[in-house]
């Protein structure tokens, strides 16, 4: 009996630890319950003017309220306890500062989704990692998360194209959901689970579908081609017929005989009188002896 029963109670509480935590198929609008220190979440919005003080002297109310650290430091302001919106609000045990006490009325929490799995239809685990296309048809998605007891995760998947592919939504911690994809195409899926009213809680994991991936063809671009450049000929045109001599340089120009008529006595070295005196007697003597 011993041998059978103790693996039993084994199985049981195996069973007990993997099962998942409580499914909520909406976020929440307030708190199932009242009694402090309420737990609420990081981004939640919600109505929280029923929970009771911790001195004992009725319900936070409708009034806007302002709750201080527990211990000291950080406070805010809720103007509206009906709509009460914790974005930004830093993670602690929070108390109202016109209540009698210092005890805690709220505990602010942080949410976070611990883990995001992805398998294909083969149920090989695909989380960023690659995989064939046709083996990405369905798709499984496994989270696991700390508020699953007042909000859902909405799951996204975005293709290679930047297009939503697929959607769905996991309920509870540990949740899986299989989600379908027509005709899968090479390329990085994205997969992003995200808080549908606690909306800080965000987490992403990818595959990737093996394959080439087709690219757009280059479209040839015909650059016109540019018009002759004439530059312009100095040179001026030679009629036909019979070739114009060469004109001859001034050092190739042949000198020009002196008229002895109109020669310029010059003065190099007294050569030029002396001829002319010479001339002169000589005709003077001629004469003379004409006469005679």
């Given at each position: 009996?011993?041998r059978?029963?103790?693996?039993?109670?084994?199985?049981?509480?195996?069973?007990?630890?993997?099962?998942?935590?409580?499914?909520?198929?909406?976020?929440?609008?307030?708190p199932?319950?009242?009694?402090?220190?309420?737990?609420?979440?990081?981004?939640?919005?919600?109505?929280?003017?029923?929970?009771?003080?911790?001195?004992?002297?009725g319900?936070i109310?409708t009034?806007?309220t302002t709750?201080?650290?527990?211990?000291?430091?950080?406070?805010?302001?809720?103007?509206?306890?009906?709509?009460?919106?914790f974005?930004?609000?830093?993670?602690?045990?929070?108390?109202v500062?016109?209540?009698?006490?210092v005890q805690?009325?709220?505990?602010?929490?942080?949410?976070?989704?611990?883990?995001?799995?992805l398998?294909?239809?083969?149920a090989?685990?695909?989380?960023?990692?690659?995989?064939?296309?046709?083996?990405l048809?369905?798709?499984?998605?496994?989270?696991?998360?700390n508020?699953?007891?007042?909000?859902?995760?909405?799951?996204t998947?975005?293709?290679?194209?930047?297009?939503?592919v697929a959607?769905?939504?996991?309920?509870?911690?540990?949740?899986?959901?299989?989600?379908?994809?027509?005709?899968?195409?090479?390329?990085?899926?994205?997969?992003?689970?995200?808080?549908?009213?606690?909306d800080?809680a965000s987490?992403?994991?990818?595959?990737?579908?093996?394959?080439t991936t087709?690219t757009?063809?280059?479209?040839?671009t015909?650059?016109?081609?540019?018009?002759?450049?004439?530059?312009?000929?100095?040179?001026?045109?030679?009629?036909?017929?019979t070739?114009?001599?060469?004109?001859p340089?001034?050092?190739?120009?042949?000198?020009?005989?002196t008229?002895?008529?109109?020669a310029?006595?010059?003065?190099?070295?007294?050569?030029?009188?002396?001829?002319?005196?010479a001339?002169?007697?000589a005709?003077t003597?001629?004469?003379?002896?004409r006469?005679?």
């Amino acid at each position: 009996m011993r041998r059978t029963v103790i693996p039993l109670l084994v199985v049981l509480l195996v069973g007990v630890v993997t099962l998942p935590g409580a499914a909520v198929n909406d976020p929440r609008s307030e708190p199932a319950e009242t009694t402090p220190p309420v737990r609420v979440y990081v981004s939640e919005t919600l109505n929280i003017s029923a929970v009771e003080l911790s001195g004992g002297s009725g319900a936070i109310g409708t009034n806007a309220t302002t709750f201080r650290a527990v211990g000291g430091g950080a406070s805010f302001t809720i103007e509206s306890p009906a709509a009460a919106d914790f974005d930004g609000v830093e993670p602690g045990s929070y108390y109202v500062t016109t209540d009698s006490d210092v005890q805690a009325e709220l505990s602010v929490r942080r949410p976070e989704i611990d883990s995001l799995e992805l398998r294909d239809q083969q149920a090989v685990t695909v989380t960023n990692r690659s995989t064939d296309p046709e083996h990405l048809n369905r798709l499984s998605v496994r989270a696991r998360y700390n508020f699953d007891a007042v909000d859902r995760l909405n799951v996204t998947v975005v293709g290679p194209s930047g297009a939503t592919v697929a959607t769905g939504r996991i309920t509870g911690s540990r949740g899986l959901i299989r989600v379908e994809i027509s005709d899968p195409v090479p390329g990085v899926y994205t997969v992003t689970a995200a808080g549908s009213g606690v909306d800080a809680a965000s987490r992403t994991a990818t595959v990737r579908v093996r394959g080439t991936t087709a690219t757009p063809t280059a479209t040839a671009t015909t650059t016109p081609a540019s018009a002759p450049t004439t530059t312009a000929s100095t040179t001026t045109p030679t009629p036909t017929g019979t070739p114009l001599p060469a004109t001859p340089t001034r050092a190739e120009q042949p000198a020009t005989p002196t008229d002895p008529a109109t020669a310029t006595v010059g003065d190099g070295h007294g050569f030029g009188v002396l001829t002319v005196l010479a001339a002169a007697l000589a005709l003077t003597a001629m004469a003379l002896a004409r006469r005679h």
